[in-house]
């Protein structure tokens, strides 16, 4: 069984930050790749970043340049800070893991960005 808790969404300024972070609760965190998802209203839910067991990371187009997505394996923590927030970016964000073919989520966690 792994178990995925999401934190550190709110409400942020255009042009501000935040920093998600996503706590997994599995001993074997550091041999799982953890995707972060976000979906908006009335939109379909969308891979926003990856990062592997070895440290490779993957993004979306929209969000190269504005969002890194990092873990830290003693922690069993997936991080995705995310710079010059646009109102695009308001979405509930989920992260994301598969292990012997099934796949975990989290409850996620609510960005919006809005002045």
């Known amino acids: 069984q792994v178990q995925l808790v999401e934190s550190g969404g709110g409400l942020v300024q255009p042009g501000g930050s935040l920093r998600l972070s996503c706590a997994v609760s599995t001993s074997i965190f550091s041999t799982l790749t953890v995707g972060w998802y976000r979906q908006a209203p009335g939109k379909p839910r969308e891979l926003v970043a990856t990062i592997t067991t070895g440290g490779s990371t993957n993004y979306i187009t929209s969000v190269k340049g504005r969002f890194t997505i990092s873990r830290d394996n003693a922690k069993n923590a997936v991080y995705l800070q995310m710079n010059s927030l646009k109102p695009e970016d308001t979405a509930v964000y989920s992260c994301?893991?598969?292990?012997?073919?099934?796949?975990?989520w989290g409850q996620g966690t609510q960005v919006t960005v809005s002045s």
């Open positions: 994301n893991t598969r292990f012997q073919s099934v796949t975990y």
